[in-house]
């Protein structure tokens, strides 16, 4: 079978936000680390969301139902 296809955008607002969206059937979700990920389902599934940019780094991904 083929894999779904997802597409993430994260676009950078100038008020120091990003806005997170995505197309297709999949699940948001988000680690501290790329050395050591840890994903884990973010703890907002909206599309759109606008995440602060002033709080710790963080790395999302959209992993497929």
Same mark, same amino acid.
């Given at each position: 079978?083929?894999?779904?296809?997802?597409?993430?955008?994260?676009?950078?607002?100038?008020?120091? @936000?990003?806005?997170?969206?995505?197309?297709?059937?999949? !699940?948001?979700? #988000? $680690?501290? %680390?790329? /050395? @050591?990920?840890?994903?884990?389902?973010?703890?907002?599934? !909206?599309?759109? #969301? $606008?995440? %602060?940019? /002033?709080?710790?780094?963080?790395?999302?991904?959209?992993?497929?139902?």
């Amino acid at each position: 079978p083929r894999a779904a296809h997802l597409d993430l955008t994260i676009l950078r607002n100038a008020d120091q @936000t990003v806005s997170l969206s995505w197309s297709g059937l999949g !699940a948001l979700e #988000q $680690t501290t %680390s790329l /050395t @050591t990920p840890n994903w884990q389902p973010a703890p907002s599934q !909206a599309n759109p #969301q $606008t995440i %602060s940019t /002033t709080s710790a780094m963080e790395f999302f991904r959209v992993k497929a139902d």
